[in-house]
């Protein structure tokens, strides 16, 4: 199955434009524009590594998919408001393309899939509260075009992993899972 159905562009409001955001919502912004910026890096360590002509291509789309979504969240979120860690979140996002390229495309792929399903599940959590408060319908407009490009990238990763994973490349997917969260929970504060 081929996932080449990509969701239509969107277009980011501008913070002046809209109504004062809450604590919370300014921490999960912090921590989105954190992760597309560590999402760029890990397509950047990909295609410093991997020779594969196929990962090379599938990077290529999917870093300027994840750049796009940066360049929303900069339109969005005042560079003040960015996090301090972005230096941190570059060199683990690096790391997280580099290493698993040294090891092929089904590495490559289980971790994007990692990634991927990481972020599904934690601009779902955004929607739902923005949702539940009723507030914010042009972030969460954006949130959800956001999501849907991740889930687009999941599935293609899915779809592109030729065996299953292996306990060792299991255990590297729970790593990337568990450091994503980390790093959301460090960079909505920091």
Do not use: K
């Amino acid at each position: 199955m081929t996932h080449d159905r990509r969701p239509p562009a969107y277009t980011a409001p501008i913070l002046s434009t809209l109504p004062p955001l809450p604590d919370w919502l300014v921490g999960e912004l912090r921590s989105d524009h954190a992760g597309e910026t560590g999402a760029v890096m890990i397509y950047r360590g990909i295609l410093a590594v991997c020779r594969d002509p196929g990962v090379v291509d599938f990077a290529r789309r999917h870093m300027a998919t994840e750049q796009g979504h940066l360049d929303l969240l900069n339109v969005l979120l005042p560079a003040h408001q960015h996090s301090r860690l972005l230096p941190i979140w570059r060199v683990a996002g690096w790391l997280t393309g580099a290493l698993p390229s040294l090891f092929g495309p089904r590495a490559v792929y289980a971790t994007i899939d990692a990634v991927e399903t990481f972020v599904d599940h934690h601009y779902q959590q955004q929607i739902d509260r923005l949702d539940a408060e009723g507030i914010h319908a042009e972030i969460r407009a954006l949130l959800a075009h956001c999501q849907a490009e991740e889930v687009h990238h999941r599935d293609e990763a899915r779809d592109a992993a030729t065996a299953p994973a292996g306990a060792l490349l299991r255990a590297w997917a729970w790593l990337v899972g568990n450091g994503s969260a980390a790093a959301v929970h460090a960079a909505r504060r920091i």
